[in-house]
């Protein structure tokens, strides 16, 4: 039964959204210093059971930082983390019962595959036959079954990548925490693995924690994406959200590119434009057409700008061309359609912007 659909059931439906949505991490204006340097700054963040968040940010924005501190393996120099609701201030990290891959995967070189994966579960005391039948079905799982004997050093880097993983999942904590998972990978391994970990969070249902500086892995396999910035959050939201609505300069430019409409040939009238922002179009929002005669007239919905052709790059089945407009130049991408024009440089065209596609967003 749903929310709202029977006055006298509310009480029990609100139970049952605390009971499937609880928090499970929590970052209470956590801080870490280094010396004169906050790795991060006033920190204050949720996570829910079951989800899958990501921290994205560039090099040096405390994404490490924030997972070693959920870890354990730091200190936070101000602020609380709870973990189910209690505070972990004093839990060191072997008892955080969490799954971990560090940045740089960081399996045991001395043990073999089967052994790296064993030793978690060795860590729990568990005994050695059921050990070996989990440490088998989760070989296979991740499909390494026959090279449960190898050393690390006998795999190539993907697979090491899915052991590392694998050794993460195996002692079954409810928390996984990935910190460039996949980032010594190439792409199209890389776009193969994050299928994989798709399907591990589908089917294990863990609370991940994933921190990456690769926007397109965020947005392929996030619940919620965490901006950060110098140590703190610029912005958090739903993949499609964040794109689609960024609020600052900062998260428009970071995730995808970003048109900063500012010329005067734009046209964007400055009572238009909240005090402190700057007007901003996806490239896939304008459109590219011929330029007739003369360009078509404005009306509430759409603008009309001439521009010129700088260059057209073919990236698969995507146009990606540069437009020169006044003193800016402008991105627009365009999905390949049989029987299109294309245009060239030098050639003139008319652009297409529909005004609820711009968006401000804060300078
Ligand atoms: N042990 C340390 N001692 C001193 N400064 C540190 C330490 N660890 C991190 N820092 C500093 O804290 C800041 C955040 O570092 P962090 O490793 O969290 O960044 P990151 O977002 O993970 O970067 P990257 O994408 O390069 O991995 C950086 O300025 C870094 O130099
Ligand atoms: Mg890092």
Redo the contacts with the bound molecule.
Sequence with gaps: MFAGENSSSLPEAKVLAEITDPLQVEFRNVT?L??A????KDLSLGVHQGEFLT?L????????????LLAGF?GPSSGDIRISGKSVASVPSYHRDQGIVF?SYALFPHLSVHRNLEFPLEMRGMKAGERSTRVARMLERVHLKEFGDRMPSQLSGGQQQRVALARALIADSPILLL??PLGALDRNLREQMQGEIKSLHREFGKTTIC?T?DQEEALTLSDRIVV?RA?QIEQIDAPEALYDRPTTRFVASFLGEANFLTDREFKIEPNACPAGTIPMIRPERVRITPLTSRLQSDTDERQFISGAVVSMIYAGPLRKYEVRVGSSVLIVREHVAAGQQTFGPGDIVQLELLRSDIRFVAN
């Design positions: 870490k280094y010396g340097v906050a790795a991060v921290i940010g560039p090099s040096g924005s405390g994404k490490t930082t924030a997972l070693m730091v940045q910190d460039e921190v500086h950060m140590g």
